[in-house]
């Protein structure tokens, strides 16, 4: 088995290559005839249906490239800005909250102007490639091809490297067909495991099964979600396969995937008709409360961990695994929706951003609010949990200093990571996440009808710059009274709209 399917990965990874190239080097001058072309040339080296899987492959890759391309301009351009912005700056000015200050030093902004410069000139590279439709891809992984002039560092000799390489340029994928048998004509998987491959032309007179197939000896076996792919596999509905190699354990595995369909839009206020789960995001671990629908914490707060050190594959495996028990404990909670906070650090954990913070640096790089929020957002799907993403802003501090205290007792001491998770739990309710104080005493305000919400002289936001009303004003307001008093719609008063909350996913 081994030997037939390196013979297979083998001669279509050079005939990826080959279009690869050429489909890098039409540009944006490719259009379907170059597309035709490239697919009849292969179509007679291999089929019509592996030349459709390779030539698809290689847009898919194409368009990754031309992603990533402006993901690192815009990267560029930002980095850009902060550093012309502290340049413009004396030196040693201090930063406010709407930008950094300038520089500490003379010797700071000197090095600064020069790195201005080098990131000038690769941003102009940058831009001229893009016009141009020029991208650069290697199969196989820059990582991997780097690797080649490190082997003593990356404790590898040259054959164990050499195997690395070329199994990572190999190619044997195919994608579903719905109607065929079993989802898909190229790779065959039958719902008893057993598999067959439609060798290419070139490699016909391998076949041991009628009409070119290949069968191989070894049967797979599915452990997540085989059910759904072999319901899928009788039905005859499409599944798409990819064959690799394992080089460090020297076995062959088989990916199966399929398109899941959308699922109906959930309305609000049936996904907290239970209450919610709010979950605190940190560097390594996540802290989650279940609160009821009045926004009050029930039972104790959950953590769940997970390790982001190690490679790639550790580090999501870590992250579906702590998402896969807090979506359990979702389910037995019986909550219908999970709050989260939409953090994004893409364009926030530069050097040119925080400086010489390094350590606030690598805290927020470690965070895979990205993956987390994407994983979440699958797994979510399938168990029938909508994710509420709300607004992240000042979660940490006033969960800190409203809920923390009130619920700390001799059994239960809360974190202030605990205390985010109410925080963002309230605000996707609908709540205010400030605590309301006592009423007033009699005879002053409202003898003590409703409650307040008013907030601490100290507490962040309380006043802010509100429009001027034209108009005449009473004795008792003076010109100027009260332009500080802040915009009265994102106070936590009674009646009043609370944050901004957006709804990502619902089933």
Same mark, same amino acid.
């Given at each position: @088995?081994?030997?037939?399917?390196?013979?297979? !990965?083998? =001669?279509?990874? !050079?005939?990826?290559?080959?279009?690869?190239?050429?489909?890098?080097?039409?540009?944006?001058? =490719?259009?379907?005839? &170059?597309?035709?072309?490239?697919?009849?040339?292969? &179509?007679?080296?291999?089929?019509?249906?592996?030349?459709?899987?390779? #030539?698809?492959?290689s847009h898919d890759q194409w368009a990754l490239a031309r992603r990533c391309q402006a993901a690192h301009i815009a990267d560029l351009e930002a980095a850009i800005a902060t550093i012309r912005h502290r340049l413009s700056l004396p030196v040693g000015e201090k930063g406010t909250r709407k930008g950094p200050g300038g520089y500490r030093s003379a010797q700071e902004w000197h090095a600064k102007s020069r790195r201005l410069r080098v990131l000038e000139d690769r941003l102009a590279r940058e831009k001229a490639d893009q016009q141009a439709g020029i991208v650069r891809i290697v199969r196989g992984g820059k990582r991997l091809a780097r690797t080649r002039h490190h082997l003593d560092a990356a404790d590898l000799t040259e054959d164990e490297w050499r195997s690395r390489w070329e199994a990572a340029r190999w190619f044997l994928a195919a994608d579903g067909e719905s109607g065929k048998r079993h989802g898909n004509e190229t790779i065959r998987i039958t719902p008893d495991g057993q598999v067959s491959i439609r060798l290419p032309a070139s490699l016909a007179h391998l076949a041991n099964a009628p009409h070119g197939r290949y069968i191989l000896t070894a049967r797979v076996r599915f452990a997540h979600r085989g059910t759904q792919w072999r319901d899928r596999a009788e039905a005859n509905r499409a599944v798409a396969y990819r064959i690799h190699l394992d080089v460090?354990?020297?076995?062959?595995?088989? #990916?199966?995937?399929?398109? *899941? $369909?959308?699922?109906?839009?959930?309305? @609000?206020? /049936?996904?907290? /008709?239970?209450?919610? *789960?709010?979950?605190?995001?940190?560097?390594? =671990?996540?802290?989650?409360?279940?609160?009821d629908v009045h926004g009050n914490p029930i039972g104790n707060p959950r953590r769940f961990p997970y390790d982001l050190s190690g490679n790639a594959g550790h580090r999501d495996a870590q992250v579906r695994h702590a998402l896969t028990r807090l979506l359990h404990w979702a389910r037995t909670c019986g909550v219908k929706a999970i709050a989260i906070e939409d953090l994004n650090f893409a364009t926030e954990k530069t050097r040119e951003k925080h400086g010489r913070r390094k350590r606030f640096r690598r805290l927020i790089s470690a965070m895979p609010t990205g993956k987390l929020r994407a994983r979440l957002t699958a797994m979510a799907e399938a168990t029938g949990i909508a994710i509420i993403a709300t607004d992240p802003a000042y979660t940490s501090t006033w969960g800190a200093q409203h809920w923390q205290a009130p619920l700390t007792s001799n059994k239960r001491t809360p974190t202030r990571h605990d205390a985010a998770a109410v925080a963002i739990g309230r605000r996707a309710l609908g709540h205010p *996440?400030?605590?309301? #104080?006592?009423?007033? $005493?009699? =005879?002053?305000?409202?003898?003590?009808?409703?409650?307040?919400a008013q907030a601490r002289p100290d507490a962040r936001g309380r006043e802010e710059p509100r429009p001027r009303i034209p108009g005449p004003r009473t004795r008792s307001a003076p010109p100027g009274y009260g332009q500080n008093a802040g915009n009265q719609n994102a106070q936590h008063r009674s009646e009043r709209s609370t944050e901004h909350l957006q709804l990502m996913l619902s089933p």
């Open positions: @088995m081994s030997r037939c399917c390196a013979w297979w !990965a083998q =001669h279509l990874g !050079a005939l990826a290559s080959g279009d690869l190239k050429r489909r890098c080097a039409d540009g944006l001058e =490719h259009d379907n005839q &170059t597309w035709a072309a490239r697919k009849r040339e292969l &179509t007679g080296l291999s089929s019509s249906r592996w030349a459709g899987a390779i #030539t698809k492959a460090d354990r020297g076995r062959w595995y088989i #990916t199966a995937s399929w398109q *899941i $369909p959308p699922v109906p839009t959930l309305p @609000m206020s /049936a996904a907290l /008709a239970a209450g919610v *789960i709010a979950v605190d995001t940190n560097a390594d =671990h996540l802290a989650a409360w279940r609160l *996440i400030r605590r309301r #104080t006592a009423p007033p $005493p009699a =005879h002053r305000s409202d003898e003590q009808g409703h409650r307040t």
